[in-house]
């Protein structure tokens, strides 16, 4: 079972207008997801940088009902849902100023491993695919990890290699 504080983060980001950095000046501002949800509207237009159209979203139900959807579908497919300000992201991602507030992972992370990001385009072009095939081909029998968004283009290829590769 979930922490309260899980279900009032997804409900949160799920806000629009509210990304990881306005996430976590929020939660930075209140002590937690749970908090900023119940905050009066008078007091969360006080808060620089959150506007009226933020205000207004903050607290509706159907963000709520959202995140106990997502929840369950975590908790059934034995995802695990890491938040950044309860200090539960990888010690390296942490260290980003825009770090994602909520990480969904699935499985376990070896921090021993040496991470390696693969970021690109969505419309990779022939030579990026080549390349990251012959890259991770090359990395199998390596200590890594590697990292994607799982986007379509260059993420995907980076992780569908990856999985190709036998590489984590």
């Known amino acids: 079972m979930l922490h309260e504080e899980h279900l009032y983060s997804i409900a949160l980001r799920a806000t629009p207008l509210i990304g990881d950095v306005n996430f976590m000046r929020l939660v930075e501002i209140t002590g937690s997801a749970k908090e900023t949800w119940h905050l009066s509207k008078k007091l969360l237009k006080e808060i620089p940088g959150i506007g009226s159209k933020i205000t207004k979203e903050i607290g509706n139900e159907k963000y709520l009902k959202f995140a106990e959807k997502e929840i369950d579908f975590c908790e059934k497919n034995n995802i695990k849902i890491n938040l950044r300000h309860l200090k539960e992201l990888p010690k390296l991602l942490s260290n980003c100023d825009d770090a994602p507030a909520i990480l969904y992972q699935k499985g376990s992370l070896d921090e021993s491993l040496t991470p390696i990001s693969i970021?690109?385009?969505?419309?990779?072009?022939?030579?990026?695919?080549?390349?990251?095939?012959?890259?991770?081909?090359?990395?199998?029998?390596?200590?890594?990890?590697?990292?994607?968004?799982?986007?379509?283009?260059?993420?995907?290829?980076?992780?569908?290699?990856?999985?190709?590769?036998?590489?984590k």
């Not at 030579?127 to 890259?135: A, G, L, M, N, T």
């Open 119 to 167: 970021v690109g385009t969505r419309n990779m072009t022939s030579y990026s695919k080549h390349f990251i095939e012959e890259f991770l081909e090359k990395k199998k029998k390596k200590k890594v990890l590697i990292v994607s968004g799982l986007a379509l283009g260059t993420d995907g290829c980076a992780h569908t290699e990856a999985l190709k590769n036998q590489l």
